[in-house]
């Protein structure tokens, strides 16, 4: 079946460890996306990646970094930077013709131990 | 700057009741893309509609209705007949008309449907 997968569902981290989610895909889409939610509120954008090897900042991107290495595969690190990490992080993917739509995957929940 | 507000946090209404969640935007844009996704409990985020800046029909589907009106800003979502299973967090959801596609969300629904 198509999809985004992300993976683990639950994550745990201690202080100072730098922690890696994974996001897949298998839509053939070319474009991907990282979001941050916190408990009631909206997404905030992170990083997004238009083409393999490419990736730019989104709104929040300190604490963070990601590789675009597979067009299928955009892995999210958050780092000891983040002194906030605690959250439910949401990764999306489109075809990047201008008018496609973002779908998401079921998302990872981050938890600071 | 692009902006999206969610005025109702919550709302709470009886199973069959009819339910409108308001949406209102602000861009400088003239081309843009307006949308509106369901988070259930489990996280998902799930498409409901996209609506380009150009096509204001309102638009049908099954019991969901939506009503986009740029002389306010506003991309209303209503559900008809609501049921427990549309119990759920709903997200408006602005994007500018180039290849970044990047989304700017609102605060969110938070809609409870009580048998």
């Known amino acids: 079946d198509g999809g985004i997968t992300q993976s683990p569902k639950y994550l745990f981290r201690k202080e100072g460890q730098n922690v890696t989610l994974s996001c897949e895909q298998n839509?053939?889409?070319?474009?991907m996306y990282w979001y941050r939610q916190d408990p009631g509120q909206g997404l905030r954008l992170i990083y997004y990646s238009q083409i393999v090897n490419d990736f730019q900042k989104g709104d929040i991107a300190e604490g963070y970094s990601v590789s675009r290495e597979k067009k299928e595969s955009f892995p999210l690190t958050v780092t000891s930077a983040q002194k906030n990490p605690t959250a439910f992080y949401l990764c999306?993917?489109?075809?990047?013709?201008?008018?496609?739509?973002?779908?998401f995957g079921p998302g990872t929940r981050l938890l600071v131990l | 700057a692009q902006k999206v507000t969610q005025a109702q946090t919550e709302i709470s209404v009886v199973e069959k009741e009819d339910v409108t969640l308001d949406c209102v935007y602000e861009t400088r844009d003239t081309t843009y893309y307006l949308f509106w996704y369901k988070q259930p409990p489990s996280g998902e985020l799930v498409f409901l509609i996209r609506r380009n800046s150009f096509d204001e029909q309102n638009e049908i589907s099954g019991r969901y209705s939506w009503n986009f009106q740029k002389s306010t800003s506003s991309f209303n979502f209503t559900i008809t007949a609501s049921q427990v299973v549309d119990s759920a967090v709903y997200f408006c959801?602005?994007?500018?008309?180039?290849?970044?596609?990047?989304?700017?969300f609102g605060g969110g629904t938070r809609l409870m449907v009580k048998p």
């Open positions: 999306a993917s489109r075809k990047t013709a201008v008018q496609e739509t973002q779908y």
């Open positions: 839509l053939n889409h070319d474009a």
């Open positions: 959801a602005l994007s500018k008309g180039n290849a970044g596609n990047m989304l700017t």
